[in-house]
């Protein structure tokens, strides 16, 4: 059974930073490609970063642009997001999800996690 479990929400200042973590199991982990999406209230779930299934390859949505570093590490089963000068408008439920594909689009992802708050106070 694929299970992700996300981990490192919470509550942040704005301009303050968070590392959310993604540990994964039952899958081949460096087999897939992984993304960050987050879902606002009221909004649709929307992509923030992906890492290829080595790490050569990230890429991080506009909004997070230049405050995004997504990594992972295949020995760990386990990827990260760091997310520096947060704002307001960061706060979301953040669910890390694994693809066959280096995609930004939510479909392509196969299995996902339930998911971790991160709220940032102005």
């Known amino acids: 059974q694929v299970q992700l479990v996300e981990s490192g929400g919470g509550l942040v200042q704005a301009g303050g930073s968070l590392r959310l973590s993604c540990a994964a199991s039952?899958?081949?982990?460096?087999?897939?490609?992984m993304g960050w999406f987050r879902q606002a209230p009221g909004k649709e779930r929307e992509f923030v970063a992906s890492?290829?299934?080595?790490?050569?390859?990230?890429y991080c949505a506009d909004p997070v642009k230049g405050r995004c570093t997504i990594s992972r590490d295949n020995a760990k089963n386990t990827v990260y997001l760091q997310m520096n000068s947060l704002k307001p408008e960061d706060t979301a439920v953040y669910y890390c999800?694994?693809?066959?594909?280096?995609?930004?689009?939510?479909?392509?992802?196969?299995?996902w996690g339930q998911g971790t708050q991160v709220t940032v106070s102005s």
């Open positions: 039952g899958l081949t982990f460096s087999s897939y490609a």
């Open positions: 890492i290829s299934w080595t790490g050569d390859n990230t």
């Open positions: 999800a694994a693809s066959l594909r280096f995609s930004s689009w939510p479909n392509d992802y196969d299995y």
